[in-house]
């Protein structure tokens, strides 16, 4: 068995949590390889440097770290694309069905890197429609001061725009919206307690990264 990593933007994490931590989404038709690395140094360049500075990533960068079967993952030949410890794996798009099948255990996100100009998945035809991450725990906020029950439901729903802005909120101030440090802090403690009864066996990160 192989341990393996993959930096990804939003947009490919949101379609990695479709399919709930099971595999990577197929190869775009201008995307012939899927390229996982070897080390987690690596990947967090990736992420840090690349993908919060990019629109399609959602200014965000998801380190993703994965277990893959021996003897199958043995086959790909290790490429150095660059600095010595630039090390991938370069895997044809039409072989990624296979690939998947092989992934041992569920996709794990180790870290996460974000941006100065991320806004986190928009909601639509919701409570959280056309709402920022910022915005949105607004919202999560006076949810829970509203109806503890409506709070759990909400994110029982929501679920993938907590799993991918909860380290965002967690590490930053948000007075300027009016929501106190002491306020946030409530708020995303009773959203984590919610959300380990909710999904035990999906860790949620409490502090992201910020890009350099």
Not at 50 to 69: C, I, R
Not at 106 to 128: A, E, K
Not at 137 to 143: A, C, D, E, F, S
Not at 163 to 172: D, G, H, I, L
Request: net charge negative.
């Amino acid at each position: 068995m192989k341990t393996l990593y993959r930096p990804v933007g939003l947009t490919e994490m949101k379609l990695i949590l479709d399919l709930h931590l099971g595999g990577f989404p197929p190869r775009l038709p201008e995307q012939p390889i899927f390229y996982p690395v070897l080390n987690k140094p690596y990947a967090d360049q990736i992420a840090r440097e690349w993908n919060t500075k990019d629109l399609f990533s959602g200014y965000a960068g998801f380190v993703t770290e994965f277990d893959v079967a021996s003897p199958y993952i043995d086959q790909y030949e290790e490429h150095v694309v660059g600095a010595r410890h630039h090390l991938e794996l370069w895997i044809p798009a039409e072989e990624m069905d296979d690939f998947n099948h092989q992934i041992v255990g569920p996709i794990r996100v180790v870290d996460i890197y974000y941006g100065t100009d991320y806004v986190g998945l928009i909601p639509g035809g919701s409570v959280f429609e056309n709402q920022s991450a910022a915005q949105q725990l607004i919202t999560w906020k006076n949810i829970l001061e509203c109806n503890a029950m409506d709070f759990y439901s909400e994110i029982r729903e929501h679920w993938q725009h907590i799993f991918t802005s909860y380290p965002y909120w967690s590490q930053r101030g948000f007075t300027g919206y009016g929501l106190s440090e002491a306020t946030k802090n409530e708020v995303l403690g009773t959203m984590k307690e919610y959300w380990n009864g909710l999904f035990p066996d999906m860790v949620l990160l409490s502090l992201g990264k910020e890009a350099l």
